[in-house]
């Protein structure tokens, strides 16, 4: 190689460095740039409103992929559990009296209906058999009854409550909450359930009324339903503020 080569080749080496150090650099500035204004963007439920976009982006993913033709796997009654265990006890206080209870709908601001177990017994009855599961990681076969909550919103006349995102439900003593998808609230396989077995539900499973979900974990089961409410962003939930899965599908 002459001499006036090899400083042409150097000059080439040198640039090539220099443009890939300029790369390099430039591509550091941009994911510190992301990672800066992720940090500082405006807070969105105590979560920096990027991350909350990209996180409701996935639960409405979720939602839609949740279809009214996925039905969770049902079973003959037969192979129903008979000796169904009992789980959460949160917001399950024992001076509760059944006989007061009452379930009241929060309809919109300040219009709140009430509704006695004996006239939600008049509505239509389904019952399902299905594997119910928990996070924990146990599972059981048990046998419900009680009105979907599909015949349940039409009964009373709550379909412009239905068209919002979510449902909220809550115990009387506001100790236990969930947060339900709207299409999941509606799924045809969720019940209002009064009745375990073909029996009335037991006090410790939740009486006079819970909710069935069959097509989510345990966790959204909720037990002693005193309150349901609607809403487009996400009720506050329970299990989601201890960062299990907000949706909790299976
Ligand atoms: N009110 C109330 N409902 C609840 C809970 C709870 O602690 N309180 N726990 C949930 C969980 S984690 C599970 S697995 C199921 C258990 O229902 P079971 O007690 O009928 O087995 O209830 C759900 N509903
Ligand atoms: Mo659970």
């Not at 219009?111 to 059981?140: A, N």
């Not at 396989?189 to 009064?194: K, R, S, V």
Request: contains cysteine; glycine residues 8%.
């Amino acid at each position: 190689m002459n001499p006036d080569m090899q400083s042409a080749t150097k000059a080439t080496i040198v640039r090539k460095t220099i443009a890939a150090f300029a790369v390099f650099a430039g591509l550091m500035g941009l994911g510190w740039w992301v990672l800066h204004s992720i940090a500082n963007a405006r807070k969105d439920d105590e979560v920096q409103a990027p991350l909350r976009a990209a996180l409701q982006g996935n639960q409405h993913l979720f939602g839609s992929v949740m279809s009214r033709t996925r039905l969770a796997k049902t079973y003959p009654i037969s192979k129903a559990e008979k000796n169904v265990r009992v789980n959460g006890k949160l917001g399950m206080d024992a001076a509760f009296k059944p006989e007061d209870w009452k379930l009241r709908i929060a309809r919109g601001a300040g219009d709140t209906l009430v509704i006695g177990i004996e006239d939600i017994r008049q509505l239509p009855k389904t019952e399902i058999v299905f594997d119910f599961k928990c996070i924990e990681g146990w599972d059981q076969i048990t046998h419900w009854g009680g009105v979907k909550m599909e015949d349940f919103i039409k009964a009373y006349h709550l379909e412009a409550q239905a068209q919002k995102a979510y449902m909220g439900l809550q115990t009387p003593d506001g100790a236990y909450y969930v947060g339900i998808d709207m299409p999941s609230a509606l799924h045809p396989q969720t019940i209002l359930a009064y009745e375990m077995n073909a029996q009335p539900l037991p006090l410790n499973q939740g009486a006079p009324l819970r909710l069935i979900i069959p097509v989510k974990y345990g966790i959204k089961h909720l037990k002693r339903i005193g309150l349901i409410s609607f809403s487009d962003r996400p009720p506050h939930d329970y299990w989601a503020e201890k960062g299990y899965d907000y949706y909790a599908g299976h």
